[in-house]
């Protein structure tokens, strides 16, 4: 990774901690950048901080997060080494509704910067909102999920946000038929 990468990322992640772009911020303990490698292969977007994340200001800590490491790990996956985690906004929205429109708008550059900089090979984008946001799509998750394209030079592989699993357990080996795809894209990579 160029250092000088590694700097512009430093100082994305200090506007985002600072920003008052958009009315969420009112609301947050802590803005959430991301966590992980800044040159890791592979980039997960999930929709914004729940209540865990905002107060530690670290993303997905809470049980849908464990449930993510938990089943990376499987594939030798992690955010310590090869996988970088955001998401679409940075602060969470109060009693973890979905963004709207214009939050995911004003904070969408950040997401953009992030993945200029970083520059995967693979994104994974976690749920409607991610989806949504990067392909404009009106299609159902349920639709796409399973399925890959490449854009950009990069491999897209859409996915059930971890959370959905605890709303309907039979999600989760869906999810892990997707965390395959994504190891089998890395080691192809
Ligand atoms: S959600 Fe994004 S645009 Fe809104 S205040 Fe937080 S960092 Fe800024």
């Not at 594939?75 to 996988?83: H, M």
């Amino acid at each position: 990774m160029q250092e000088n990468n590694t700097k512009r990322l430093d100082e994305i992640k200090d506007q985002v901690l600072h920003c008052t772009q958009c009315p969420l911020h009112k609301h947050r303990i802590h803005a959430v950048f991301g966590e992980g490698p800044y040159d890791a292969p592979i980039f997960i977007i999930g929709e914004a901080p729940g209540a865990k994340e905002d107060e530690t200001g670290r993303p997905f800590v809470g049980r849908a997060g464990k449930l993510i490491d938990e089943l990376l790990q499987e594939y030798g996956l992690s955010r310590n080494k090869n996988v970088f985690i955001s998401n679409i906004v940075k602060c969470r929205p109060p009693k973890n509704r979905v963004p709207d429109k214009k939050e995911v708008n004003l904070c969408f550059s950040y997401i953009e910067k992030q993945i200029a900089l970083i520059n995967p090979g693979i994104l994974v984008l976690l749920g409607a909102t991610a989806l949504k946001s990067f392909t404009g799509t009106h299609e159902k998750i349920t639709n796409v999920r399973g399925k890959w394209w490449k854009e950009d030079g990069r491999v897209i592989i859409p996915t059930y946000h971890p959370a959905a699993v605890f709303r309907n357990p039979a999600y989760r080996k869906f999810i892990k038929q997707d965390i395959q795809t994504i190891s089998d894209q890395y080691q192809a990579w």
